[in-house]
């Protein structure tokens, strides 16, 4: 599967995935538990201004990130339209805020990274006699379908568009779930025959 992951080398790569996890982690929960529309705005500022310092490295996802902006605006338009503007704009700063962090995270951290540091946080789990190292493992890979997905969407929008001139829209949804249906057999039947199971 093709990953999100920059070559280009940035600040944030620097950074031990550990330590990206952790700022994720507690910013997301704390964007939940804010409800100051002028506190969620300065985060989501500061967001897009952190994004926007990694350069050149964000060139492959930015039809992704419109993809964000245009679901957090259609979030606020839904609450707008119920009547509860101020809900959905805050609804609107807390996903675009989170999505940007997270978008930020795969950009700048290897898969193999990611592993480690989940493995690493399960552990204690394994005195409970769960198999830690395969519960990392499915959460590695669902990390790696989301952003397996949005690759996907990336590359066959850009050949609906070589083909037609147009956005392929909800067209591609068809090809897009039996693309991702045979990327998940084809991982399930490798892990099958390496885990012996």
């Known amino acids: 599967m093709r990953s999100l992951y920059s070559e280009h080398p940035t600040w944030l790569h620097r950074v031990p995935a550990g330590a990206k996890l952790l700022v994720l982690a507690l910013?997301?929960?704390g964007l939940f538990l804010v409800q100051h529309l002028?506190?969620?705005a300065v985060?989501?500022?500061v967001c897009v201004l952190g994004f926007a310092s990694l350069g050149r490295?964000?060139?492959g996802v930015r039809k992704l990130v419109l993809s964000?902006?245009?679901?957090?605006?259609?979030?606020?338009?839904?609450?707008a339209a119920l009547g509860q503007a101020l809900w959905g704009l805050t609804s609107a700063l807390r996903l675009s805020s989170v999505a940007l962090l997270g978008t930020a995270l795969t950009l700048t951290t290897t898969p193999s990274d990611l592993l480690t540091v989940l493995e690493r946080l399960l552990s204690p789990l394994a005195r409970l006699g769960v198999r830690v190292d395969l519960l990392a493992l499915q959460l590695a890979l669902m990390l790696?379908?989301?952003e397996h997905f949005f690759v996907l969407w990336k590359r066959l929008d850009e050949a609906h568009?070589?083909?037609t001139g147009r956005a392929g829209g909800l067209r591609l949804l068809a090809p897009l779930i039996i693309?991702?249906?045979m990327a998940a057999r084809r991982v399930a039947d490798t892990l099958q025959v390496r885990l012996g199971r």
Do not use: E, K, N
């Open 161 to 163: 568009r070589l083909r």
């Open 43 to 45: 985060v989501a500022s």
């Open 57 to 59: 490295a964000t060139a």
């Open 38 to 40: 002028g506190v969620l």
């Open 179 to 181: 693309q991702t249906l």
């Open 144 to 146: 790696r379908f989301t």
């Open 68 to 79: 964000i902006v245009l679901g957090s605006a259609l979030v606020a338009l839904f609450h």
């Open 27 to 29: 910013l997301g929960t």
